[in-house]
């Protein structure tokens, strides 16, 4: 990798990330499905959706090419061919990914400049250093990396759930060293995605730049389900780090849903509890307030039967069918020392669960995106 | 109308309301879809179902006789057999609606005695005060009636959105003197009730106990189109009155998308903008924060054409497929001044429109949300 600077972060650190891979990889990325895509966006998408390799990426942060309008899509282009003329690959194998402000154009001089600065110092790959440069209101760089017999897994990332929206978004790329071809790495990499990136939220808004890619480096032959399950592990603890930093965030909250009838009306009962501003703000105040996890359950188009679920805090049962007000102690117990907070829902009708991660929300969230201007 | 005190509130102030039609009246009501509902909404449900004129409702405030079990429903059984039995009308012609604290059982004797108290003392109704009696965590009272020619129409409601969601609900009570029979009345009120209180939101959470009435009081025979009009007047102005009142609230957001292909899409992108998180915490920032507005607008499955939309805060056009700063004073200061803040999104492609209401979220939301404890 390589590091270099344009000045477009205020704190005036590296703001230019180049990741030179050794040879063409097998590379899969899914970008955000906001329809109001930045010009990197664009244009990645665009090369992502006609080649299965790629040899080298390139990410600017502290501004989002993005509302920048067909000159966004050209800056990002000169990016890719300012990485290929250096690294002398073919700029079809160079995808462009940037983070920072909406709607300001990129200073486009002094952004080649820095990616000259990055090429001209390779050097192994740092999760934290690449983490920290791509990073924008981060409180802490997000890398994570695994190890099992021959598989080496390691990935790195930046965000706080779009809860900076004009100066954040979220960003992965995450590496397994294993042989794949395309088509069963893009298949585990949408099965990932789901279960990780997909299954997060801190506001419930969609970024403009979002992307989370999956390279496979090919060095060893290995099973691909412990390839994955491997993946899927680096994927979620880069995706709970996110979530973890949501600004002003207090607690992480994990909401279960299990025994529904199946997998989509499980993850949609999750993520309406996961989405709840009255659900985040119980959590914050420590209150185990077991209706508004009833209501928000009940608000989904898929039914729910009253009398049937049961609706558990820190695995203590708050309700089933009617209130357990004797368990609130322990419950209330559970949000105020426990760095996590399970929230578990029991429909009793079926096999499937899905596991949702959402952060509880605080005055600071509210200062800090009501006091950031344009 | 009549009053009377079950002692369901802190303040003990009057929380049974009684209102009784001169004869049965054709009335049409909707009721939340959430599905972990109220045994209130439960019991009212069927009623309404099966009938096409009732000769009465009563509401109880403080207390929501949610996730109360079969005992709930059972309760609310009792509250209609009782005003039933006191005003010498059929029970199957009653309606009951409450309001408040999810997960208590309901004092029921108390209930029934304030029914009675209700019942002997009617007297004509007073918007004001039925409103007053209603409201949980209001601010105000909400009522509005309307004249034109021969029609009257007026209506009174409590609510902020389920802001405090186990002290809050919508209920809405609207009257129009004109004669409508059932099937009408029932398509004009859905229509309505999508263009008002199905267009308002504070914090995007459905409560358990949300209901809305229209009663035809068959005094006058009056056109079809105008009944609807002045109905629709009167519904919006207590919509409107709701969000206003959402707790910590500055600021009322009107947002308008325009010029698209179909209704569905200019009303689920007015609905993601109203809902956005970081629009709300924009317009209490004063911030005329476009980006965030683009990025919400470009959330819905909907595709958005990021290069052909126009968006204007206050009337002031801020992007066009490039940014306009130099309009930002200009909308910076609409924030600032004006009470409603006009979000407008023009997306060049269709006829349609639609409005949504919400309001802006402060540090107060946060604040009674998390202070508010089981």
């Given at each position: 990798?390589?590091?270099?600077?344009?000045?477009?972060?205020?704190s005036?650190?590296?703001?230019?990330?180049?990741?030179?891979?050794?040879?063409?990889?097998?590379?899969s990325?899914?970008?955000?499905?906001?329809?109001?895509?930045?010009?990197?966006?664009?244009?990645?998408?665009?090369?992502?959706?006609?080649?299965?390799?790629?040899?080298?990426?390139?990410?600017?942060?502290?501004?989002?090419?993005?509302?920048?309008?067909?000159?966004?899509i050209?800056?990002?282009?000169?990016?890719?061919?300012?990485?290929?003329?250096?690294?002398?690959?073919?700029?079809?194998?160079?995808l462009v990914?940037?983070?920072?402000?909406?709607?300001k154009?990129?200073?486009i001089?002094?952004?080649?400049?820095?990616?000259?600065?990055?090429?001209?110092?390779?050097?192994p790959?740092d999760?934290?250093?690449?983490?920290?440069?791509?990073?924008?209101?981060?409180?802490?760089?997000?890398?994570?990396?695994?190890t099992?017999?021959?598989?080496?897994?390691?990935?790195?990332?930046?965000?706080?759930?779009m809860?900076?929206?004009?100066?954040?978004?979220?960003?992965?790329?995450?590496?397994?060293?294993?042989?794949?071809?395309y088509?069963?790495?893009?298949?585990?990499?949408?099965?990932i995605?789901?279960?990780?990136f997909?299954?997060?939220?801190?506001?419930?808004?969609?970024?403009?730049?979002d992307?989370?890619?999956?390279?496979?480096?090919?060095?060893?032959?290995?099973?691909?389900?412990?390839?994955?399950?491997?993946?899927?592990?680096?994927?979620?603890?880069?995706?709970k780090?996110?979530?973890?930093?949501?600004e002003?965030?207090?607690?992480?909250i994990k909401?279960?849903?299990?025994?529904?009838?199946?997998?989509?009306?499980?993850?949609?009962?999750?993520?309406a509890?996961?989405?709840?501003?009255?659900?985040?703000?119980?959590?914050?105040?420590r209150?185990?307030?077991?209706?508004?996890?009833?209501?928000a359950?009940?608000?989904?188009?898929?039914?729910?039967?009253?009398?049937?679920?049961?609706?558990?805090?820190?695995?203590?049962?708050?309700?089933?069918?009617?209130?357990?007000?004797?368990?609130?102690?322990?419950?209330?117990?559970?949000?105020?020392e426990?760095?996590?907070?399970?929230?578990?829902?029991?429909?009793?009708?079926?096999?499937?669960?899905?596991?949702?991660?959402?952060?509880?929300?605080?005055?600071?969230?509210?200062?800090?995106?009501?006091?950031?201007?344009?």
């Amino acid at each position: 990798m390589g590091i270099g600077k344009a000045g477009l972060k205020e704190s005036k650190s590296p703001d230019i990330l180049v990741v030179a891979l050794p040879y063409p990889c097998v590379a899969s990325f899914v970008f955000t499905d906001n329809y109001f895509k930045a010009g990197s966006v664009i244009y990645s998408e665009g090369i992502a959706r006609e080649r299965e390799r790629i040899s080298a990426f390139v990410v600017n942060s502290g501004n989002a090419n993005c509302g920048t309008g067909e000159e966004g899509i050209k800056h990002a282009k000169m990016m890719a061919e300012q990485v290929a003329k250096l690294l002398d690959i073919p700029k079809e194998e160079v995808l462009v990914f940037s983070t920072g402000i909406i709607g300001k154009s990129l200073p486009i001089e002094r952004v080649l400049e820095g990616i000259e600065e990055a090429c001209q110092n390779l050097q192994p790959l740092d999760l934290k250093r690449a983490s920290e440069t791509i990073s924008t209101t981060d409180r802490f760089p997000k890398y994570s990396f695994a190890t099992f017999d021959n598989l080496e897994t390691f990935g790195f990332a930046k965000g706080a759930g779009m809860i900076h929206p004009s100066m954040a978004t979220m960003l992965a790329f995450v590496f397994t060293n294993a042989k794949v071809d395309y088509l069963a790495l893009r298949r585990m990499h949408e099965r990932i995605t789901e279960r990780t990136f997909n299954s997060i939220t801190v506001d419930g808004c969609k970024s403009t730049n979002d992307a989370f890619g999956i390279i496979s480096l090919g060095e060893v032959e290995a099973d691909l389900q412990a390839v994955e399950l491997e993946l899927q592990k680096v994927s979620e603890s880069l995706a709970k780090q996110i979530v973890a930093d949501g600004e002003g965030a207090t607690k992480v909250i994990k909401v279960s849903v299990r025994s529904a009838i199946t997998e989509v009306k499980a993850r949609e009962i999750a993520k309406a509890i996961a989405t709840s501003l009255l659900v985040k703000t119980a959590v914050f105040g420590r209150d185990p307030n077991w209706g508004r996890i009833a209501a928000a359950a009940g608000s989904t188009i898929f039914p729910i039967d009253p009398f049937k679920i049961e609706i558990y805090v820190g695995g203590y049962l708050l309700y089933d069918g009617k209130p357990h007000d004797e368990n609130l102690p322990k419950a209330k117990k559970h949000l105020e020392e426990d760095k996590e907070v399970e929230i578990t829902i029991e429909l009793n009708e079926g096999e499937y669960e899905w596991t949702y991660y959402s952060s509880d929300i605080g005055y600071d969230y509210v200062k800090l995106n009501a006091e950031y201007t344009t």
